[in-house]
């Protein structure tokens, strides 16, 4: 920054008395020159030249004033960059804003098609939002603005979407690399055919779909409707499909940008750490990447081991072999002696999912979920059926005729499909789900306590090392996530619940404290993730590491149930045994707070090539003791009996 002179300190004084105190304006009098910089009226964002990474080529951009870290938002010559800081941005005769390579030479960029100008007087204005306008001076008209050509950035107040009356289109596109603004691989864009929807693009192909508008969330971010520092507005009419993100607390700075990488992330500035912190990253897993699973499949990437993909109620995979083979991609087809229109078909549900691809999807939003259900049936090409609006009092109907593409569960708020079957499958769909129910509830119930007291940072395999500071002697705990039961001792139990000395309480954290240690639950601190929620790395203030599981909302338990259980488990102590260090209740947050483990899971070492060799025949046999020293203790001589 300091060798960047800030516009108007470098010009003559004549100049300086015209421009008078407006750094933030260009007009025909005078320009931006390699070095000097426009600074909005509040001094939050910059426009000027920059090189980025090691790149010696300059280009013209937006960036955060206030921010340390130098953070480029918008790129006007993406793909016509200068070489050498000959070049000059400026008004030219026309009212256009032209950067020039050299003085005279022809304009490596505009802003306006020269043809679409006649002589107009204008002024360029760096807002406090990052938006760069021009206007002309006499009607005071907007005639191009930053905003409408974003690059790889979505500020606060931007738009994404299409105005359907000028055609103009404004989506994300990526960088080529971090040392190239010219526009990369993905982009980030609505797409307005059969019922609106976000995608990600790679290469013009969908890569990952954000899905549809569900009234407060898109179908494809069930995250989205945990955070309250926005207000999103979403607007689909017929001048109109656009998205537009406010930030609530107007003091906090954040950004949504689409990397080289194909990744979608919103980062805020912290302040006090003088850094951007992750807030939130999408695709995340594998069932995020567009139709993984083929046609009428389902992804679940929380089948805890087993394969991902599972077709949806009545269909059967196309390739078995492949399926068998844990290749999911030629999806499923509808039984060979199903047909659709006999009589006594209905509909089986498919909760918390993010329903199909809507492009080729029918939507009617004065129906009912009644209603729509009953259209669904009286048209035999029709397959499933959904509500359009989940937000305030669920509305609208959404119908799929044909394949239904890139469907997928998710751990917390999903929507309900509902996929039409024929009779016989309708039945067997009936007298599974009621023999079914009350048994899965308890078991359920059961196994996901004993998860919360068992895992930390493993998931799919059954052993967790732990290794502490001083000690050399590796210890393990086993436990395995499907087959868990668990059985309370009645009589100590309840003993040791009415306890009155109650110090053997678990400590309850804040949610804000938790928040804060894990920076508002980054994921960039995100450890891993299960169907019973994510687990989170965290920092205390003194310095203490944390893992947090953050339990999904769908978790089932009550409050009261959740602290109880909690309070029980924490008296299992055995140096062999993950320790509990608290845990968090607080709005609709349930959380476990355990000791952090450095070393991660087992599994890590035994099923990684190159770490497995560290496991000797001596480690192995200690480990293996190990584990069974913390079964004894939950088998035996626990105060609760566990058994596993
Ligand atoms: C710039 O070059 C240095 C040294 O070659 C390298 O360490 C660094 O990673 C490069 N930075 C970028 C952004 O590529
Ligand atoms: C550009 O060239 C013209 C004449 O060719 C000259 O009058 C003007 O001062 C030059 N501008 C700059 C910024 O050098
Ligand atoms: C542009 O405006 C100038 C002065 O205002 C005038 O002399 C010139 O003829 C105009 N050119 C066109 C193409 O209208
Ligand atoms: C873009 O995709 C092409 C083809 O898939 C690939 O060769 C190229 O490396 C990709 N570019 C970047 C920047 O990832
Ligand atoms: C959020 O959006 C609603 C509707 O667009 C608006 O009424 C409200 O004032 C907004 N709130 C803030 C804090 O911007
Ligand atoms: C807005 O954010 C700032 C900085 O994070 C904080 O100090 C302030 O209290 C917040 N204001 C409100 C109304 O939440
Ligand atoms: C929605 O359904 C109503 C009632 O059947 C019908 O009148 C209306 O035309 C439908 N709208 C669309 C967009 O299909
Ligand atoms: C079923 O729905 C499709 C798509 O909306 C429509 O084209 C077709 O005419 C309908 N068939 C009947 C029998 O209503």
Redesign the pocket.
């Given at each position: 920054m300091n060798t960047e002179r800030v516009f108007g300190y470098a010009l003559l004084l004549p100049l300086l008395l015209q421009v008078s105190t407006c750094l933030d304006i260009l007009n025909q009098n005078n320009n931006i020159k390699d070095g000097d910089l426009l600074v909005s009226s509040g001094k939050t964002f910059a426009l000027g030249f920059f090189s980025p990474g090691n790149s010696s080529l300059r280009y013209v951009g937006i960036w955060y004033y206030q921010v340390s870290e130098k953070t480029v938002v918008w790129v006007a010559n993406r793909e016509r960059p200068i070489s050498g800081t000959s070049g000059a941005l400026s008004i030219d005769s026309d009212g256009n804003l032209v950067l020039h390579e050299k003085n005279g030479s022809f304009p490596v960029w505009s802003a306006k098609d020269s043809s679409a100008l006649s002589n107009y007087s204008t002024t360029a204005r760096l807002m406090d939002s990052g938006n760069l306008v021009l206007v002309q001076d006499f009607s005071k008209r907007v005639i191009w603005q930053s905003f409408d050509y974003p690059t790889d950035t979505l500020l606060p107040f931007m738009k994404l979407g299409l105005d359907l009356k000028t055609g103009l289109n404004r989506f994300l596109t990526s960088w080529k690399s971090p040392e190239d603004p010219a526009p990369g691989n993905y982009s980030y864009r609505i797409d307005p055919t059969g019922y609106a929807q976000l995608f990600l693009y790679k290469d013009g192909d969908p890569y990952w779909r954000s899905g549809s508008w569900t009234g407060d969330r898109w179908s494809g971010i069930p995250e989205m409707t945990r955070h309250f520092i926005f207000n999103v507005s979403f607007v689909n009419n017929p001048d109109e499909v656009s998205v537009m993100y406010v930030i609530i607390?107007a003091?906090?700075i954040s950004r949504m940008v689409v990397n080289e990488l194909g990744l979608v992330q919103r980062f805020t500035w912290h302040?006090r750490q003088q850094r951007w912190i992750g807030f939130w990253s999408d695709p995340m897993d594998q069932c995020d990447y567009y139709g993984k699973c083929g046609p009428n499949s389902n992804c679940n990437p929380y089948n805890e081991g087993r394969f991902e993909c599972t077709c949806l109620p009545g269909f059967v995979p196309k390739s078995p072999g492949d399926w068998d083979l844990r290749d999911g991609s030629a999806g499923c087809v509808t039984r060979p002696r199903a047909s659709s229109c006999q009589g006594g078909e209905g509909f089986v549900k498919v909760a918390l999912v993010k329903v199909p691809d809507t492009s080729k999807a029918h939507a009617n939003m004065s129906f009912s979920l009644n209603d729509c259900e009953k259209e669904c049936l009286g048209n035999c090409s029709c397959t499933a059926y959904a509500s359009a609006q989940e937000g305030l009092g669920s509305f609208g109907c959404l119908m799929w005729h044909g394949d239904l593409v890139d469907t997928r569960t998710f751990a917390d708020s999903g929507q309900d499909l509902y996929v039409r079957v024929d009779a016989i499958e309708l039945a067997r769909y009936r007298s599974k789900t009621s023999s079914l129910s009350e048994r899965a509830r308890i078991a359920i119930i059961s196994v996901s306590v004993l998860t919360a007291l068992l895992l930390t940072s493993s998931f799919s395999y059954c052993l967790v090392i732990k290794k502490r500071n001083d000690r050399r002697s590796q210890n393990l705990l086993m436990s395995e996530m499907t087959n868990s039961t668990y059985f309370e001792g009645s009589p100590s139990v309840k003993d040791c619940d009415d306890e009155p000395r109650g110090n053997r309480d678990v400590p309850l954290f804040d949610l804000s404290t938790i928040a804060s240690a894990t920076n508002n639950f980054s994921f960039l601190n995100k450890l891993g993730q299960g169907g019973f929620g994510s687990v989170y790395k965290g920092v205390m203030d003194n310095g203490t590491e944390i893992a947090v599981k953050r339990l999904s909302q769908h978790s089932g338990q009550g409050v009261e149930e959740f602290k109880n259980e909690v309070r029980l488990i924490a008296k299992l102590q055995h140096r062999n045994l993950v320790r509990i260090l608290g845990c968090c209740v607080e709005e609709d947050e349930k959380m476990v707070i355990y000791e952090y483990l450095p070393n991660k899971s087992l599994d890590a070492f035994l099923f990684d090539k190159a770490k497995r060799s560290l496991l000797d025949w001596r480690k192995r046999f200690e480990i293996a003791s190990g584990v069974a020293r913390g079964l004894l203790y939950l088998h035996q001589d626990s105060r609760l009996r566990i058994i596993h």
């Amino acid at each position: 920054m300091n060798t960047e002179r800030v516009f108007g300190y470098a010009l003559l004084l004549p100049l300086l008395l015209q421009v008078s105190t407006c750094l933030d304006i260009l007009n025909q009098n005078n320009n931006i020159k390699d070095g000097d910089l426009l600074v909005s009226s509040g001094k939050t964002f910059a426009l000027g030249f920059f090189s980025p990474g090691n790149s010696s080529l300059r280009y013209v951009g937006i960036w955060y004033y206030q921010v340390s870290e130098k953070t480029v938002v918008w790129v006007a010559n993406r793909e016509r960059p200068i070489s050498g800081t000959s070049g000059a941005l400026s008004i030219d005769s026309d009212g256009n804003l032209v950067l020039h390579e050299k003085n005279g030479s022809f304009p490596v960029w505009s802003a306006k098609d020269s043809s679409a100008l006649s002589n107009y007087s204008t002024t360029a204005r760096l807002m406090d939002s990052g938006n760069l306008v021009l206007v002309q001076d006499f009607s005071k008209r907007v005639i191009w603005q930053s905003f409408d050509y974003p690059t790889d950035t979505l500020l606060p107040f931007m738009k994404l979407g299409l105005d359907l009356k000028t055609g103009l289109n404004r989506f994300l596109t990526s960088w080529k690399s971090p040392e190239d603004p010219a526009p990369g691989n993905y982009s980030y864009r609505i797409d307005p055919t059969g019922y609106a929807q976000l995608f990600l693009y790679k290469d013009g192909d969908p890569y990952w779909r954000s899905g549809s508008w569900t009234g407060d969330r898109w179908s494809g971010i069930p995250e989205m409707t945990r955070h309250f520092i926005f207000n999103v507005s979403f607007v689909n009419n017929p001048d109109e499909v656009s998205v537009m993100y406010v930030i609530i607390n107007a003091s906090i700075i954040s950004r949504m940008v689409v990397n080289e990488l194909g990744l979608v992330q919103r980062f805020t500035w912290h302040a006090r750490q003088q850094r951007w912190i992750g807030f939130w990253s999408d695709p995340m897993d594998q069932c995020d990447y567009y139709g993984k699973c083929g046609p009428n499949s389902n992804c679940n990437p929380y089948n805890e081991g087993r394969f991902e993909c599972t077709c949806l109620p009545g269909f059967v995979p196309k390739s078995p072999g492949d399926w068998d083979l844990r290749d999911g991609s030629a999806g499923c087809v509808t039984r060979p002696r199903a047909s659709s229109c006999q009589g006594g078909e209905g509909f089986v549900k498919v909760a918390l999912v993010k329903v199909p691809d809507t492009s080729k999807a029918h939507a009617n939003m004065s129906f009912s979920l009644n209603d729509c259900e009953k259209e669904c049936l009286g048209n035999c090409s029709c397959t499933a059926y959904a509500s359009a609006q989940e937000g305030l009092g669920s509305f609208g109907c959404l119908m799929w005729h044909g394949d239904l593409v890139d469907t997928r569960t998710f751990a917390d708020s999903g929507q309900d499909l509902y996929v039409r079957v024929d009779a016989i499958e309708l039945a067997r769909y009936r007298s599974k789900t009621s023999s079914l129910s009350e048994r899965a509830r308890i078991a359920i119930i059961s196994v996901s306590v004993l998860t919360a007291l068992l895992l930390t940072s493993s998931f799919s395999y059954c052993l967790v090392i732990k290794k502490r500071n001083d000690r050399r002697s590796q210890n393990l705990l086993m436990s395995e996530m499907t087959n868990s039961t668990y059985f309370e001792g009645s009589p100590s139990v309840k003993d040791c619940d009415d306890e009155p000395r109650g110090n053997r309480d678990v400590p309850l954290f804040d949610l804000s404290t938790i928040a804060s240690a894990t920076n508002n639950f980054s994921f960039l601190n995100k450890l891993g993730q299960g169907g019973f929620g994510s687990v989170y790395k965290g920092v205390m203030d003194n310095g203490t590491e944390i893992a947090v599981k953050r339990l999904s909302q769908h978790s089932g338990q009550g409050v009261e149930e959740f602290k109880n259980e909690v309070r029980l488990i924490a008296k299992l102590q055995h140096r062999n045994l993950v320790r509990i260090l608290g845990c968090c209740v607080e709005e609709d947050e349930k959380m476990v707070i355990y000791e952090y483990l450095p070393n991660k899971s087992l599994d890590a070492f035994l099923f990684d090539k190159a770490k497995r060799s560290l496991l000797d025949w001596r480690k192995r046999f200690e480990i293996a003791s190990g584990v069974a020293r913390g079964l004894l203790y939950l088998h035996q001589d626990s105060r609760l009996r566990i058994i596993h």
